[in-house]
């Protein structure tokens, strides 16, 4: 985009998503996604692999685009990374969350042996706490079925190999509506 103002952002977003199905554009530095309430066949591990340690200046705007960015920052400064996800309630945060940490166990649990792209036990846990919080946590609401109830602060943690070690999950932002 040569102008970052408003009328070029929506242009921009209405011709890829509308005329191209694509979900993802980059306004700066931040990723934009819209939901596309639909499966859409962009998630894939050979998805995660096409990610996987390249320059993401390359490659389509992605949440694995993002993802990736901050674990290469991670492995290359050995320092904390944070990835702010924001947006009305349904727009997808959760999910996006979710494919975040999805590529982390993805790349995390395989690169201490690179013919092993299966996710490894710990991967495995912090992938399947999800649907314990969403169950105590998640409620249906008029503007999403799935809506989470709280904010989430979600740390994943890694060892010097880039294997995750485990992970936290901490609420904040009890919004008094919810
Ligand atoms: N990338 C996506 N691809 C396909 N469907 C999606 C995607 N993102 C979101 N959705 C759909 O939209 C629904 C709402 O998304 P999600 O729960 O992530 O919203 P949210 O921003 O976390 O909302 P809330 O603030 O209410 O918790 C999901 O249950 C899913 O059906």
Do not use: W
């Amino acid at each position: 985009m040569s102008y970052l103002n408003e009328p070029e952002v929506l242009y921009n977003l209405q011709v890829r998503f509308a005329d191209r199905n694509c979900i993802y554009t980059y306004c700066g530095i931040v990723l934009v996604a819209i939901n596309p309430y639909d499966d859409l066949p962009i998630y894939g591990n050979e998805i995660v692999q096409a990610y996987n340690g390249q320059d993401s200046n390359n490659l389509d705007p992605h949440i694995y685009a993002v993802a990736e960015e901050a674990f290469k920052q991670m492995s290359r400064f050995e320092q904390n990374q944070s990835i702010i996800v924001s947006g009305e309630s349904g727009a997808g945060k959760t999910v996006s969350a979710k494919y975040a940490m999805r590529y982390f166990a993805i790349v995390g649990g395989s690169s201490h042996d690179e013919t092993q792209k299966e996710i490894s036990l710990v991967e495995k846990k912090v992938l399947a706490s999800n649907p314990i919080m969403e169950a105590i946590g998640n409620a249906k609401t008029t503007r999403n079925d799935n809506s989470s109830r709280f904010g989430k602060y979600i740390e994943i943690d890694f060892k010097k190999d880039l294997t995750i070690i485990g992970a936290q999950m901490r609420t904040y932002l009890l919004e008094k509506s919810r």
